[in-house]
């Protein structure tokens, strides 16, 4: 039996660590080859070049596309020039690996302009985490557009998987399949809390702050909302460690490094890092007091860890929450009271919404059905559901 070559897109650190468990299940399977493209910051030394890592996990890196912004640059210009000059390199990925099938995660620019190219070339996408809504940045617009662009939709939780039927998609199409994170966080084997401190040559205080704050590249505000979070750590007593992890690559990151790195100058309780990889985030978000700001990982993984999350602004607005969530708006009170109230919180009963850890068995099934009658034109050839 022919094998079906599905090439994997990974753009940066954090859908790396959704994708590995699937991309592990595709190269275990024997009816299914891999291909691993790797883009965007994952080529950049400013973000930690964590092309090294997906080398280091095993996994051969059959094409890497450049899609990145120059150094220090974060205008919306120069994103908008990142895609387009991706768009070339996607294309001659694809015509070199000549894949099967594109799997996908998420919602950002890099991955659009992927899928975009993938479609203009007769390769049929397969999408994990469509369906979701996320208010405070243009991912949201990105995300259902990978949607309308794919053939195979693996959502991770159910509300999202009837939001894409709605946005037509068809029912057999759509496979409730859960969040690869999870299986990511069942898997793994966590470093103690001795261990983090000689990996990251520090020594944590009695808590621990885990701390992520991306752009909002819909709102002019989020900046603000980050100097109010600072002032707020500021305040904190010596018995807080904080550590944050750099933000992305979006218009606007580079400024917010510099906020982050002004502040941790200024305060022996702080540090940076550009990127801890998928094991010591986890390990430290396992051992956290509370994760803190706006990324994803703060409403996806660290219910699972039944862990405490200040979700803070509308980045992630309208994303399904757990127990273990406080959403807060940016105000100086505003992060305090929900910071104060996110510690309090005993989060030993939290039950995440995104599933079980068995996420990418779910997709490999799907996969290897597909691999046995495989039809390019059939895959292709989407009607538009009417709810």
Sequence with gaps: MKKLKVAVLTTNRADYGLLYYPMK???????????????????????GYSLDKIEADGFAVAHKVEALQPEGDDSAHAAAQAAARASLGYADAYRALKPDLLMVLGDRFEVLAACQTALIMSLPIAHIAGGDLTLGAF?????????????????????????????????????????????????????????????????????????????ETLSGEWLTSLGNLLQVFSELDDEHSIVFTAPNNDPGGAEARKLMEAFVSSHSNAHLFENLGSTRYLSLMSHSNCVVGNSSS??????????????????????????????????????????????????????SPYGDGNASQRIIDVLANIAEEYDVGKLLRKRFHHV
């Design 25 to 47: 299940a595709i190269e275990a399977h024997p009816a299914l080859e891999l291909r691993v493209i790797a883009a965007g910051a994952h080529l950049s030394k400013q973000h």
């Design 139 to 215: 991912d949201d617009s990105f995300r259902h557009a990978i949607t309308k662009l794919s053939h195979l939709h693996f959502p991770t939780n159910e509300r999202a998987a009837k939001l894409l039927v709605q946005m037509g998609e068809e029912p057999d199409r759509v496979h409730l399949v859960g969040s690869p994170g999870i299986d990511y966080i069942k898997s793994m084997r966590y470093l103690s809390r001795t261990q983090l401190e000689e990996s990251l040559s520090i020594r944590f205080r009695k808590k621990i702050l885990l701390t992520t704050f991306h752009p």
């Design 298 to 351: 703060g409403l996806y993984e660290a219910p699972a860890l039944k862990v405490a999350t200040l979700n803070i602004g509308d980045r992630q607005a309208d994303r399904l929450s757990a127990s273990s969530v406080v959403n807060t708006a940016g105000g100086i009170d505003a992060i305090r009271q929900g910071l104060a109230r996110a510690l309090s919180l005993d989060c030993s009963e939290t039950v």
